[in-house]
């Protein structure tokens, strides 16, 4: 009878703690990426895409040497660069997709670079402001802590808000020739890592957890 009554207390610390670190801990990741509205490729002589961000007028775009910039729309102030991890100095294209969240209210970029006709990514980056900075949140180094092996054939896709479950979810694949084939065409791919990004309120920055 004593011991009940000595546990009882100990056991409802436990249960009670668990149940706050399970809603801390929904309450960091409490944020939902909503479905983009559209993407722009950067490559060749579309070298510019046009954007706004918290009123300001902004553009994306190419130098002649083929890295991109994230710079005011005059030109005079240049915020971010993003180079390649090929050290390619052309034909290389930037997909550019604006990313909301909601719960807070909350946007972003994201920039997956290619390179070549099968379009071997060459770079990754997921920007934003902080502390009214323009910073860059996920990079290839973070995604080379999760097992990410940068300078090997991968292709990095993005899935956000997939049937309306609000999660930002990043794939990389490779492509292989299954055995006795001959042809381009009979390539296929499979999946080497896969990431779910998430939004921590509390450490005002991404966190990412394999799948």
Avoid at 135 to 157: C, K, P
Wanted: charged share 25%.
């Amino acid at each position: 009878m004593h011991l009940t009554k000595k546990l009882f207390p100990t056991l409802f610390l436990l249960c009670f703690s668990l149940a706050m670190s399970v809603i801390g801990t929904e309450a960091a990741e409490a944020a939902e990426f909503l479905t983009p509205e559209k993407s722009a490729f950067i490559y060749m002589d579309n070298r510019r895409m046009n954007t706004r961000y918290e009123g300001e007028k902004l553009k994306f775009e190419t130098d002649d040497y083929g890295f991109l910039h994230l710079m005011s729309r005059s030109g005079r102030r240049d915020y971010l660069s993003f180079i390649n991890t090929v050290g390619a100095r052309g034909g290389v294209g930037y997909k550019v997709t604006q990313i909301r969240t909601q719960n807070p209210d909350m946007t972003f970029f994201e920039i997956i670079a290619d390179i070549g006709a099968h379009g071997m990514n060459c770079g990754y980056w997921l920007i934003g402001k902080r502390d009214g900075k323009w910073v860059t949140f996920v990079s290839l180094d973070n995604l080379a802590r999760m097992g990410y092996t940068v300078g090997e054939w991968h292709q990095i896709l993005s899935s956000i808000n997939q049937n309306g479950n609000g999660r930002f979810i990043l794939t990389s694949r490779h492509e292989y020739m299954p055995p006795g084939a001959k042809y381009g065409f009979q390539r296929r791919y499979a999946n080497d890592l896969k990431i779910e990004l998430f939004w921590d309120d509390e450490a005002q920055w991404f966190g990412m957890r394999s799948l």
